[in-house]
Each structure stands twice: as C-alpha cells, then as structure tokens.
C-alpha cells in the first residue's frame, strides 16, 4: 500500500472522527436545551402558581374577574393561542373566561356532549386532538379554520366532575411535543383556584336589597363594597341600633316601625360620601363603614347625625287602636364604632359592635368606640 493512500485513509478516520464528535456535540446541545426549556417551563409554573395565589386573595375584584385574569396569566406565560375554562354552575355548563369571540361559546359550552371528549371524561384523562391541513377538528363548525390542534383537560374536585379547560392552536400537530405534565400541574391548581373562589361566589349570589331601606344586606360588604374599603390601611365601622324600634312594631304597628327605619336610613344615607358603604345589618340595626376615616372624624359625624335624627317626628298609622293614628313617634339611637384594619375580619368587628349593643340596656343612648 503506498504512502499516498495510508495518508488518505488516516484524513478519512480523522475526518470520520470530527463527524462523529460534532453529532455527539449536537445531541449533547439539544439535551441541554431541552433541559433548560424544561427549567424555564418550571420556573414559569412557579411563578403561574404564585399569580394565582396573589389573584385568589386580591379582595379587589370579583370571583368572576379572578378567573378571567388567571386564564390571561396562563394565556401569556405558555404563548397559548386560546384557552377556555367551562364550569358547571349546578344547571348548565358555563364559559368562566375565553379569549376566543363570545359568539363562539355555545360550542364549548357543549363540549361534554360531544362523543370524542366522553371517554376524556369519564377516564379523567387529558385528550389531544389535531387536524391535518385541509381537516378540521370533529368539534368546531362554522369556525374550524380558528383552530387545528387542542388538548381537553376535564376537571375535578374530590372526584366530582366540575367541568374543563380548553387549549387550543391554530396549527396542526402543534401540541405534538407539549410536556402535559406541566400543563397537568397548572390544571390542578386552576382546579385550587376554582375551589377557593367558589366561597366568594356563593357571598356574591347571597348579596340582596332591602325592600324597606333600599340598602344592600351585610353580604355586599364582604363582595362590592371591600373593593373601595381595602384601598386604605384603616376604617372606622359603625353600628347604629334604633333602640326603640321593637317597641313601635309592638305597641303601634308594623308599617309605622317601618316608616321609622326608612326614614332614619333616607336621612344618613343623604349625608354620606360615594366611599362610605351603609347596609342593613339587622332588623333594628345599620352598619356604616367609613372609608379610610379616622376616629374623631366619625365621632363628629354621629353626634350631629344623632342628635338630629332624635328630632325627626315620624306619624303613626295602621295602629291596633285607632285613638293613636296620626300621632309621633321619635326613634332614639345606640351607637358603637371601631376601627377596621385593612384585609383583617371585618366580620369579626361588626360581630363584636352587635354583641355591645345588644348587650346594653334598653335606655342607653350613647356613641361608644369600642
């Protein structure tokens, strides 16, 4: 063999060599990217998580924008073209949050009836479905050209069916090598979140208007009005009792009592700033939270309040006995205030206030901070 092929053969195995080094190199750099995008994805989770949580105890917004926000968060940390999360409500199934055109949720509304998810739902299991160019997916109809892959996450709350999550993209096989493990820890925690906010939903549905006084019951402080109470560090709550109130229904009547707690709660409500919430907290008592005011400020306000209200003459009518028709009566005020600290119970407060004035005798008629 001569000189010039050995050394050909030798440029060959070298050459062979390089090849060989740079496909390992190769493979080793897709490993590493791979690892780093799973990192990145962890992080990511993470971080999805700690939003939810900060979403889930913002008292500033409502059960129904809690959820709307969470999808956006999840809508922009993992570049999902559309994401839908469907509820069950205890009649129907309802569209929580979509970033897809509001026409279009009839048709996931309608998702759990359509034979390709039932197997998904019944097995508790993700289901990815993908169309081929041309093709569309089984479930869509007039809008089959939005989306041509999508993964269906039904959800589940101790083991009851509570509805599903919805991802979708406009490409085929575009969730081909999706890591689903991730998806399948942020699923588990929407299901947290859907959890956590059902209590809040429930005092939402429960908030109800007084047909006497046109006031809001205590639910709407823990719902609409905390929104405006939790931007400041410190309120004063009041409650104010109509000490004589029980009396007038007793002794006079019914509609006149009524007439009384209308006519105190027309007089206060007229004095009172946009910021400042008043309810009916009991059958002879309102509530008052002064927004991110102070003591002495409020203290000011009821004494003038009360003191004019003691003079209010409201006339009796529809009375057991006639003789006492077309008299006056004046209704006589107990009052006891704290001071609320933001994101602290406010129940607890308003709880406390009641216990004193029901506590106190009948002939009190004070302004106590408490």
Request: proline share 2%; net charge negative.
């Amino acid at each position: 063999m001569s000189a010039a092929i050995i050394l050909l053969i030798i440029l060959l195995l070298i050459l062979l060599g390089g090849i060989v080094y740079l496909v390992i190199k190769n493979l080793e750099m897709k490993q590493n990217l791979s690892k780093l995008k799973n990192t990145n994805q962890k992080v990511n989770s993470l971080g999805l998580i700690q939003d939810f949580m900060k979403t889930v105890g913002d008292n500033t917004i409502t059960s129904k924008e809690k959820i709307v926000n969470i999808n956006e968060m999840m809508i922009e940390k993992y570049e999902i073209k559309y994401s839908t999360i469907v509820v069950f409500d205890g009649s129907s199934y309802v569209v929580e949050a979509s970033n897809v055109n509001e026409k279009h949720w009839k048709t996931f509304e309608d998702l759990h009836n359509r034979d390709i998810f039932v197997e998904s739902i019944e097995n508790a299991t993700p289901k990815y479905i993908t169309a081929n160019k041309g093709e569309k997916l089984p479930y869509l109809d007039s809008e089959f050209e939005r989306a041509k892959s999508t993964i269906f996450f039904p959800m589940y709350i101790d083991n009851i069916y509570i509805g599903y999550w919805l991802i979708e993209g406009n490409k085929p096989h575009e969730f081909d090598n999706i890591d689903t493990t991730i998806l399948d820890v942020i699923k588990n925690n929407l299901i947290s979140v859907i959890r956590s906010i059902k209590s809040q939903r429930t005092l939402e549905n429960l908030v109800k208007t007084d047909k006497i006084t046109g006031l809001n019951n205590q639910e709407y402080l823990y719902t609409g009005a905390i929104k405006i109470i939790d931007k400041y560090p410190t309120s004063i709550v009041s409650l104010i009792k109509i000490t004589n109130l029980e009396q007038i229904e007793e002794k006079i009547s019914k509609k006149t009592a009524d007439a009384v707690l209308k006519q105190v709660t027309d007089f206060i409500k007229a004095s009172l700033s946009p910021e400042y919430f008043m309810i009916r907290y009991s059958s002879d008592k309102l509530a008052i939270v002064f927004s991110g005011s102070d003591v002495d400020g409020v203290g000011s306000f009821l004494e003038d309040i009360k003191s004019d209200i003691e003079k209010i003459r409201v006339k009796t009518f529809s009375s057991l006995k006639d003789s006492m028709n077309g008299l006056a009566v004046v209704p006589k005020l107990n009052i006891a205030m704290s001071t609320y600290y933001k994101e602290t119970a406010l129940e607890g407060i308003l709880n406390n206030l009641n216990n004193y004035l029901e506590s106190a005798d009948i002939s009190e008629s004070d302004i106590i901070c408490l």
